[in-house]
């Protein structure tokens, strides 16, 4: 009698407890806090906006597209079945490369923060090159290589990912309350926004890319345990979440600290520091470098592991080489997609620290991430038009084509602004062409 080997397949270790921590984790980050807090109060009011126009609508579709789509393919699926299969691969395509351009990002600001914290002997590595590189593809990998070796390892990295991102909310809110009480907000709190360009540019890229990342648990429907009815509860869970989080330490952080005097990448520090003076509490400033630490490796561990099954399905449907549509015999996870992962987004962290300043080089690595993160919503919420959820659709085309626009915008810290331009154009150029040849490649080896 012969016996057929099954294939291993993916496990389904996530409950709707998991798959919250794993989406609060993927959607919410503290690096945008100290950003929106340094434009004033008024952000406040853009935070709600954004949860309106933007994540409620992005909510209503991404649950009717799981619904009607469940797997582990997420938007490659939805892009797919909606416009066709070059239109699928080039979705996926560009979204995965933005998740690669968004490591180099949080990982430089997740490390920045741990050296500024550690003390004045530590605080020049936060901008030391070498020191920054080296540690964050240490984190880089880290994070990846717990999910790399199974889902029921590597979810207790989001698990407690998603629980510090709670304890600093938490943290922050108690702190900020005990200041005021004792000496007031450093602030006045008025949360009516300032109309300007600047401020759109805020609300339409940086606030809304802060808050974006629904669909990131959707490509773990096969490793869900009751993925239709999971996917829309963690969803709107970590939504919701996410708006009262981000709004709540934007306040709590200026009740600390006047606007003008935050950086934006070390502003959590900076008000931890200013909490511990007026309270006497000088361990406060490590504790929140510790907690923003763990956070930002759940980051990594969760948006990780959701973009890599991406590959996976796209691997599956034979527009990728073989081996990304494999799962690995003992772990159980797609671990081809979660080290090419790795290694892009490694490559990406060296070569865009090339030809500018460290800060000048940060701006153009987070402008490509929200172009390359923005433009998959075109589809997805073209996909939703199509299932009938047009309110939706409108709302979320109408912010993204804003972001999209503002995201080309550079920065007062870009001092040559036609390198930042042309780094723009033509790495997404580069995008645009590569899933073109990559498809064409698909092609003609299946014929």
């Not at 345990?225 to 869970?237: C, F, L, V, Y």
């Not at 909490?275 to 990780?304: D, E, N």
């Amino acid at each position: 009698m012969n016996s057929v080997k099954e294939e291993p397949a993916l496990r389904r270790e996530l409950g709707l407890r998991d798959l919250t921590l794993f989406a609060i984790t993927c959607i919410v980050g503290v690096r945008w806090i100290p950003m929106a807090a340094h434009a004033g109060p008024g952000t406040v009011t853009l935070w709600l906006l954004a949860a309106v126009f933007f994540v409620a609508p992005l909510g209503v579709a991404v649950g009717a597209l799981s619904a009607k789509c469940p797997g582990s393919g997420g938007l490659y699926y939805w892009a797919r079945d909606a416009f066709g299969p070059f239109h699928g691969f080039l979705c996926f395509w560009i979204y995965w490369l933005g998740l690669a351009f968004w490591f180099p990002t949080a990982s430089l600001f997740y490390m920045s923060v741990a050296a500024y914290t550690a003390g004045p002997s530590f605080a020049y590595l936060a901008d030391n090159r070498a020191f920054l590189i080296v540690t964050s593809l240490v984190a880089i990998w880290i994070a990846l290589g717990t999910n790399l070796v199974g889902m029921k390892i590597g979810k207790w990295t989001e698990n407690v990912g998603g629980i510090a991102t709670a304890v600093i909310a938490v943290l922050f809110a108690i702190v900020a309350a005990l200041v005021w009480l004792k000496r007031g907000s450093a602030t006045p709190l008025h949360i009516v926004p300032k109309w300007s360009w600047d401020t759109l540019n805020l609300g339409a890229a940086t606030i809304a890319y802060a808050m974006s990342g629904y669909e990131m648990a959707a490509p773990m429907g096969a490793e869900i345990r009751d993925p239709e009815k999971s996917i829309k509860q963690a969803g709107w869970i970590a939504s919701i979440f996410a708006t009262v989080f981000y709004a709540g330490m934007t306040i709590a952080l200026l009740v600390l600290i006047e606007p003008s005097k935050l950086d934006d990448r070390y502003g959590l520090a900076q008000g931890g520091s200013a909490a511990a003076a007026v309270l006497g509490t000088p361990w406060l400033a490590a504790l929140i470098a510790l907690l923003v630490l763990l956070s930002g490796i759940g980051q990594f561990g969760g948006i990780g592991t959701s973009v890599s099954r991406l590959p996976f399905a796209v691997g599956a449907d034979r527009l990728l080489p073989a081996s990304f549509g494999k799962v690995h015999p003992r772990w159980h996870t797609p671990h081809v997609s979660i080290i090419a992962l790795g290694v892009v987004a490694s490559f990406l962290l060296i070569v865009f620290q090339l030809g500018d300043t460290l800060r000048a080089a940060y701006d153009t690595l987070v402008s490509l991430m929200v172009i390359a993160g923005f433009l998959p919503y075109l589809y997805i919420f073209g996909a939703a038009w199509k299932i009938g959820k047009k309110v939706s659709a409108i709302s979320g085309w109408a912010i993204t084509a804003l972001a999209l626009v503002a995201s080309v915008v550079p920065t007062d810290q870009v001092t040559r602004v036609w390198l930042y331009e042309s780094k723009l154009a033509a790495a997404t150029l580069a995008m645009i062409l590569t899933a073109w040849l990559l498809y064409r490649r698909s092609q003609r080896l299946t014929r």
